[in-house]
């Protein structure tokens, strides 16, 4: 039961987080100034860095439930897909702005794509299950 109790928390910040940043998108976009929408954006700020720190704890701790074999792979998936997207961002910042390359958000941004095609399903994970 405890299991099913942290799928469903999980599923439920995702969908507050998803739906915050809609919101927070809208008001950002619409230019709105008040005080309601400045203490919103705040709370979705301090919400955002909460995700980036829960979401690797959880994926940390759902991951014991799986065997190494399956571990291994999943690192294995995500060291090439890292490896793969931050180079075709390094490439696609030499053809569009050659003189604009930063190596650092190139690899942030292949980092966090990465992650989550390679890990985003343990999350939700449950039991032992197949890669």
Not at 30 to 53: D, Q, R, W
Not at 99 to 109: G, V, Y
Request: net charge positive; with cysteine.
């Amino acid at each position: 039961m405890k299991k099913n109790t942290s799928v469903l928390l999980a599923k439920v910040i995702y969908s507050l987080f998803i739906m915050a940043t809609i919101i927070a998108l809208i008001v950002v976009y619409k230019n709105i100034e008040n005080p309601v929408s400045t203490n919103f954006l705040l709370g979705y700020v301090l919400f955002a860095v909460l995700m980036v720190i829960y979401i690797p704890i959880i994926t940390i701790v759902n991951a014991r439930n799986f065997t190494w074999n399956q571990i291994r792979k999943r690192i294995v998936k995500f060291t090439s897909l890292l490896i793969l997207f931050t180079a075709v961002n390094y490439c696609f910042d030499y053809i569009v702005r050659p003189t604009e390359i930063d190596l650092l958000k190139n690899a942030s941004t292949g980092l966090g794509v990465s992650f989550g095609i390679a890990f985003f399903d343990i999350v939700f994970s449950k039991n032992k299950t197949t890669v």
